[in-house]
Structures are given as C-alpha cells and as structure tokens.
C-alpha cells in the first residue's frame, strides 16, 4: 500500500487519510508500492496500452494505476492522457535542436495538463467521502477541477483572481457547473483564502497541495517514456508556475528509476516567465533563498508569484541536474507564434517552454545534439484573446477578394 509522508517533518499516514497538509504545515507525500518492478512492470503498462485496458477506461492516465492510488472503488475518469508528441522541422530548427518532440497536454478532455491531476484527486477525495470540492485557479485548473466534480456530481467552489482569467477557461467552469468566486486579488491571494475556507469550512481542496494532484500528474512524465520505448530523452522541457509539473516530474523520474523502467535521469528545465519568476531567482541563489514576487505576465496560467510547490520542485532540479529559466513575454510570444505556425498551436504559457529551450541552447546549456521533450500545458483556444493576427474586413464582392489574395502571394 502505498502511504503518505510529510516531505518536512517525515510524519507517515495511511493513503486512506483525508488530510491533505501536515500538523507541521509541510506538504505531504504519496509513496506508492506497486507488487513488481523493472521489466515486469514495464510489460504491465505496455500490454494495457496494446489491448486497451478495460478497468482503467482507456486512460493514459490510469494505465499506470500501480504507481498512483492505491485501493479500488469507483473511478472519475473520462478518461483522459493518451496525448501525442509532435516532431516539426521548422520548431527543431528554431529551437536549435535536431531532435526535439512536443508532448501536447492541451489535447487532454479539457484542453489543459489539469485533468491528468485532477483525475486522480477527485477520484481519491470521492472514495473518502468529500461532499464539495476547492480550488484557486489561474484558470485551467477549475476548468478541470468544474468537469470532474460535475462527473462525479459533487458541488464545486473555485477561487479565481478577478479580470484574470482568460476567457476559454472561465466559461468551461461556468458551463461545467462550478460556482466562481471571483476574487479582488492576484492567484496568491486566491490561494491562501482558498487554504483556509477548505480547512475551516470542510472543503477538500484540489489544488497542487493535494498530493493525488501531483501523482496524476506524473503520468505526463511516465506515457512520454512509454511512448518513446522506455528510453529517456536528454532533456525534459515544462512551463512553471506554481512549481506542480515541475515536483511531479521529478518524482516520476526518481521513481522511474527506482523501480528499474528507465536507467538514467533526464535532466529537467523548468522554465518560467521573467515578470513571475520567483523560482528562477532561488536557482540563481542556488536554492539558498525562497523569493516571492508580485506577478506580472502575459502567460496568465504561469502568473504565480509565491509558488505552493516550492520545496519538492528545488528538489526536483537538484535530483535531476535541472535548470531554471526565464523568458520574457516577447520570447513567450514569439515561441507560440511558431507553435501555432507549425499548425500545432498552444496558449501562451505552454510557449514558455519552447521559447526557453530556445534560449537554453543559445546559452550552450543544453547541446544541439541533446535529444529534448518539450511539453506544452495548455490548447490554443484557452486564450482566444492571444492572437496577434486580425481578421479582413471585406464588403461581399469578388473584386475585395482578389485583392486580398494579391496581396498574400507577395
Ligand atoms: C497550471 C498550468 C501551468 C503551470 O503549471 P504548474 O504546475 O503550476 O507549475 C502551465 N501552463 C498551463 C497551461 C497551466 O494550466
Ligand atoms: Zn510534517
């Protein structure tokens, strides 16, 4: 069975507990023990993904239950994962890098890497019994959060700074049926309020802080190295806000290697945002100092000033070799108007990650012969106001058509 453990003070508790923080305030820990390792394990996951998996519903999530929640129930699943990786000549080149694939997390059911936590969490907090779900959000995670309780038909609460959210999002926690809070005051804020009213008033909360969250989550980590055979890529590239991807991907790998799937880490490359870029501050302290910030960015899903997963995510970059990068809005958009010219397209925080890489390379940090993962965390039409191109305003004659299409073939 696997338990939880407080990753500050080494408190255990049973997998089956409802808490989800320790007395010590420290964040808790899932420890899973699936019944076998290495080659066994890895033929485990590759014959559900050859014969379609039956009681894990088809998810790519669920395929790898062993190392996720342990007991058996029911199952809030829609199912989700199963995403693809992308290989463009045009995004390597700009990159710097020959061999690069991108992990689409926005092909997820509710366009965001979210479902992947979410799936897990709900399922988890359903079996023990909850009776309304919580979460602050920049957005993608109560657009999941509204689907899965809404699945489960459980009443959802979100927290959401207000004017912040772009618009995809909020009308998929409107639709799924969510109650919004919109809240006079930035994610942070939302955070801590959300923190306290699910302690006080008998919410579970569905944010990083739950540790279901971040097992769920390394199943990104887990289907790209099944998908590519068990081998590791050089490098794993991932957007980084408030440090979630970047604590489940560390996990994954350490435990990946643990239990013989992979035999060698990748190195990680958590990359945020340079107007909310707290984390890549301590990095640059060698992790000797915890800095917070007031955000400001146009990736609004990375606008993280105080990042909840802190702690486990420093751990991640030390246990991996990793690096932290910032990229400016302008580099940010620049990546996702080569992401959408690829006709792959993502919304702008997911950018993040190609538009470091870019810089990464350019600072001789990661080789141009180094094979790279990059993920991108959320679809394009999460932020439809996130374009840079306008539509042409034509009265109906053919003769306005033709000239625009003079002016195209220049
Ligand atoms: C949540 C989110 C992120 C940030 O992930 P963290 O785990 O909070 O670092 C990045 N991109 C998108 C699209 C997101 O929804
Ligand atoms: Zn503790």
Redesign the pocket.
């Known amino acids: 069975m696997s338990r939880l453990v407080?990753g500050?003070?080494?408190?255990r508790l049973p997998a089956g507990s409802s808490l989800l923080q320790?007395?010590?305030?420290?964040l808790l820990e899932a420890r899973p023990s699936p019944p076998f390792r290495g080659r066994r394990l890895r033929s485990t996951f590759d014959q559900r993904l050859a014969t379609g998996d039956p009681t894990g519903e088809g998810s790519g999530v669920w395929r790898f239950r062993e190392l996720l929640l342990p007991g058996r129930g029911v199952l809030i699943s829609h199912p989700e994962g199963n995403t693809r990786l992308y290989r463009r000549d045009e995004l390597s080149r700009w990159a710097g890098v020959a061999d690069l694939a991108l992990k689409h997390e926005g092909e997820n059911p509710t366009g965001s890497f979210k479902d992947r936590g979410m799936t897990v969490a709900v399922t988890q907090a359903v079996r023990a019994g909850a009776t309304a779900l919580s979460c602050a959000s920049t957005g993608n995670t109560s657009a999941s959060l509204a689907a899965y309780a809404a699945q489960a038909g459980v009443p959802a609460l979100v927290f959401v700074p207000r004017a912040k959210v772009a618009a995809g999002k909020l009308a998929q926690a409107l639709c799924y049926g969510a109650r919004v809070l919109e809240v006079r005051g930035d994610f942070d804020a939302c955070l801590r309020l959300v923190r306290e009213a699910s302690a006080e008033l008998g919410l579970t909360l569905l944010n990083s802080v739950n540790p279901w969250r971040i097992e769920g989550q390394k199943t990104i980590v887990l289907e790209m190295l099944q998908q590519r055979g068990w081998e590791p890529p050089d490098w794993i590239v991932v957007p980084a806000g408030n440090l979630g991807n970047t604590a489940a991907f560390g996990k994954a790998l350490v435990e990946a290697r643990e239990l013989g799937l992979i035999s060698r880490l990748p190195r990680l490359a958590a990359i945020q945002a340079a107007g909310a870029a707290p984390f890549y501050h301590s990095f640059r302290s060698a992790f000797k100092r915890r800095f917070r910030v007031r955000a400001e960015t146009v990736a609004t899903a990375i606008r993280i000033g105080d990042p909840v997963s802190y702690d486990r995510a420093a751990r991640a970059i030390q246990q991996t070799r990793g690096v932290v990068a910032a990229v400016s809005d302008r580099e940010i958009l620049a990546a996702k108007a080569v992401v959408d010219g690829a006709g792959i397209g993502c919304e702008p925080a997911s950018a993040a990650s190609l538009a470091g890489l870019r810089q990464l390379v350019r600072r001789g940090i990661v080789g141009r012969r180094d094979s790279v993962v990059a993920v991108l965390t959320g679809h394009l039409l999460k932020d439809p106001h996130a374009t840079r191109a306008a539509p042409t305003a034509i009265a109906p004659r053919i003769a306005e058509v033709e000239r625009v299409l003079k002016g195209m073939r220049k």
């Open positions: 407080c500050t003070c080494g408190l320790c007395s010590c305030g420290g």
